[in-house]
């Protein structure tokens, strides 16, 4: 069976190399990854490399600076050379260069969106793109950020489920090591509300590799997950760690 990370870094300068990924990924009994490049580098070529040398391995999430005046020129570029089925575009692009995201939908491309401060602060913002491109493909990553406070009822962050609405919004479960300790019990109502507003079908697991306390706290999350720690029956778990981020990302 497919065990799929739809979310991990890599790199030579923030994080650690691919050979450092890989062996994590080993001991987690991943089979594929999503590389996804980290804000404030906009030098693709080490993803996209890689993506090139194992393509059936790796998936790549490329980063364009949306404050530049040539970055849908930079997007259309980096779609058209066939290493990156996805483009990382921080929500506070969508209120800058809506462009921006308008050529990622055209070239293609799937969008991956978080904000520190949460998604649902600028809600709005993403039912208006999305109402206008309905079949665009939007991964929430980790989680829209959550705010974590607000468990169990999570009262103002709950508006995000209303993006299931939209046929190609995916929801991401990822990054829960930033919002609590394991086994995230937290966050736990949110995994039981995805479920039931998106459906198996539209989840992902990303691992944020080396985010998560780096190797041992992949690999203890990844085998969490696997093993049915969250509240992700055992008949539909497959999807969220598997199926879904194959048709996304490697389909």
Avoid at 110 to 122: F, K, L, M, S
């Amino acid at each position: 069976m497919e065990f799929v990370d739809a979310f991990s870094h890599c790199g030579l300068a923030k994080y650690k190399p691919l050979p450092d990924l890989e062996d994590a990924m080993n001991r987690a009994g991943v089979t594929r990854a999503v590389l996804v490049q980290h804000y404030g580098e906009y030098d693709n070529t080490y993803i996209g490399n890689i993506v090139s040398t194992e393509p059936g391995r790796f998936a790549g999430v490329c980063l364009a600076d949306y404050r530049k005046q040539d970055a849908c020129r930079e997007v259309r570029r980096l779609a058209n050379g066939g290493q990156f089925r996805g483009v990382r575009l921080h929500m506070d692009s969508l209120e800058a260069n809506t462009g921006l995201w308008q050529e990622a939908f055209r070239c293609g491309l799937n969008i991956v969106t978080d904000d520190t401060e949460g998604v649902v602060r600028r809600l709005g913002l993403l039912r208006s793109f999305l109402d206008d491109n309905p079949t665009a493909v939007v991964v929430l990553a980790h989680m829209g950020y959550p705010n974590v406070s607000e468990a169990p009822g999570f009262t103002e962050y709950r508006s995000i489920f209303e993006l299931s609405q939209y046929p190609n919004v995916h929801f991401q479960i990822s990054g829960m090591r930033m919002f609590c300790d394991y086994p995230y019990r937290a966050l736990w109502p949110i995994v039981s509300q995805c479920l039931e507003s998106f459906g198996p079908d539209r989840m992902l697991w990303g691992g944020n590799y080396p985010v998560v306390d780096e190797e041992e706290g992949y690999v203890r999350e990844a085998v969490f997950v696997r093993a049915g720690g969250l509240p992700i029956p055992a008949d539909v778990l497959s999807k969220v760690t598997s199926t879904t981020a194959l048709r996304a990302w490697f389909s």
